[in-house]
Nanobody
């Protein structure tokens, strides 16, 4: 079983920055996609950014230029650097890993990010 543990969420003022981390443990296979998704009350969970184990990244249009996703394959850890935060970024951010060899997804418990003055 794969376990994901997120950290780094919190409360920041508009224009501030946060760096989220997610460490995966368990039966992690080398070929995978790790990513961040977010969800606010009453809305569907949406993709924020993903990064393939080979390095390819994908971002939601709303965060392009402000967020940067990166990963440390040796540690099975994914990061999300969030800059120029706005209240619209307020959400619970969930870490995800997709194990491509077995086509299976795992999710973290989520970490709250609140952007407010």
């Amino acid at each position: 079983q794969v376990q994901l543990v997120e950290s780094g969420g919190g409360l920041v003022h508009p224009g501030g920055s946060l760096r989220l981390s997610c460490a995966a443990s368990g039966r992690i296979f080398s070929t995978n996609i790790m990513g961040w998704y977010r969800q606010v009350s009453g809305k569907e969970r949406e993709l924020v950014a993903t990064i393939h184990s080979g390095g390819t990244t994908k971002y939601a249009d709303s965060v392009k230029g402000r967020f940067t996703i990166s990963r440390d394959n040796a540690r099975n850890t994914v990061y999300l650097q969030m800059n120029s935060l706005t209240p619209e970024d307020t959400a619970v951010y969930y870490c995800n890993v997709r194990l491509l060899l077995v086509n299976r997804d795992y999710w973290g418990r989520g970490t709250q990010v609140t952007v407010s003055s």
